[in-house]
């Protein structure tokens, strides 16, 4: 009898890796499969390091996938809003795409109206990344690398970034994002993906009960930029301090939620940052994060015109991000916390999505 293994019938974490396709420049794109000892399975591209497709269950012990995004490369070449991408160099926006930096103006395309969003026209969530996987009786892991080369998009800078995706026995996807660079630059990595827990993207997720552990969200002007100062939420529709139906208020904050909050941890360990349940099917998401910000976004600008898996048309409010990052435009607001990472630095962020049920 083999004695490394052990003797319970729950398998061990393994990871099947496929080919997903080739892209229009002829680049392979390969999608790792993380399966964990209860079943727990996730996939991941290396095309954006696309968190493609969760998969848990609910309080019936059925697994269902409950991320949004598309079942063929040639979707997610065409321009979509970064379904599961990881976003960089730059995730959220930057004013009128120029910041100053050690006296120096460096200036980036403006592909959000007057601002730069989400790292550019061929930002993080566009590069192929190179994989290489591990697996112990614990856990599963992907570890994606990008290089991104000097005045890449604007951005001055070789930077080197890893981000490894962890699916433990637990049911916590840890995402871990480190970087180094050869010249001073901003940097504020995310992942994008789009929550819906029903598993029933038809379905919006104005039902889901928010909780966000912030006393204050960041306000914006009308083209999503920091007006500079914080605004507390008690007594506003932005208010999710204590856990309430995202759709009880998103009327009053006119296309709905697309706001970064502040959150109270206030430290740079990994704390909890926010709590979603979907009532019907039981499904609880935990988010905990090393970030001093998380975006909420609820899908405000999704209109039907996106067919997503299975064919299913992603309307208004299909689904929502909580994206851990710092604060948008940081680099034009001297009060927010810093987002320069400079030379012998290493930048680091860590997000885990804990995932469970409640009866
Ligand atoms: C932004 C939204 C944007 C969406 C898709 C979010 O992070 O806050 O304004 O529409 O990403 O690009």
Same mark, same amino acid.
């Given at each position: ?207 889901? %009960? ?9 306000? +914006?002007?009308?083209? $999503?930029? /920091?007006?500079?100062? =914080?605004? @507390? ?86 689904? %929502? ?9 940081? +680099?034009?607001?001297? $009060?927010? /916390?810093?987002?320069? =990472?400079? @030379? ?16």
């Amino acid at each position: 009898m083999d004695t490394t293994h052990p003797t319970n019938n729950r398998a061990l974490p393994h990871i099947d890796e496929r080919p997903f396709g080739v892209t229009k420049g002829g680049k392979k794109v390969s999608e790792f499969i993380l399966t964990n000892s209860t079943g727990m399975r996730i996939g991941i591209l290396t095309l954006g390091g696309i968190l493609r497709t969760i998969e848990v269950p609910d309080r019936a012990g059925r697994n269902a996938d409950i991320a949004l995004g598309f079942d063929s490369l040639t979707s997610y070449e065409e321009r979509h809003p970064y379904f599961g991408t990881i976003t960089g160099r730059f995730a959220n926006r930057i004013a009128k795409g120029a910041f100053s930096l050690d006296g120096q103006t460096y200036t980036l395309a403006t592909n959000n109206g007057p601002n730069h969003l989400h790292g550019g026209l061929k930002g993080f969530d566009r590069a192929i990344w190179s994989g290489k996987t591990e697996t112990t009786p614990t856990f599963a892991r992907v570890s994606l690398i990008h290089v991104s080369p000097d005045m890449d998009e604007g951005y001055p800078g070789e930077v080197n970034t890893e981000v490894t995706y962890t699916l433990t026995n637990d049911n916590e996807i840890w995402i871990a994002y480190r970087a180094t660079t050869t010249k001073p630059t901003p940097i504020n990595l995310t992942n994008h993906t789009y929550f819906n827990l029903s598993g029933d993207a038809s379905r919006d997720i104005k039902d889901h %009960l928010l909780e966000i552990d912030a006393e204050e969200i960041v306000p +914006v002007d009308e083209t $999503s930029i /920091p007006t500079g100062s =914080l605004m @507390p939420v008690k007594n506003t529709p932005f208010d999710f301090r204590k856990p309430r139906p995202l759709g009880e208020r998103i009327n009053d904050v006119g296309i709905g939620y697309d706001h970064t909050y502040v959150l109270s941890s206030g430290t740079r360990e990994l704390s909890f940052a926010a709590r979603l349940v979907d009532p019907k099917s039981g499904r609880v998401l935990v988010v905990l994060t090393t970030e001093p910000g998380v975006q909420l976004y609820t899908g405000n600008y999704l209109n039907g015109t996106f067919k997503g898996k299975g064919g299913v048309s992603y309307e208004k409010h299909a689904g %929502l991000c909580l994206e851990t990052q710092h604060f948008p435009d940081s +680099v034009n607001q001297p $009060s927010f /916390p810093s987002t320069i =990472l400079r @030379p012998g630095e290493v930048y680091a962020q860590t997000t885990v999505y804990r995932f469970g049920i409640e009866r």
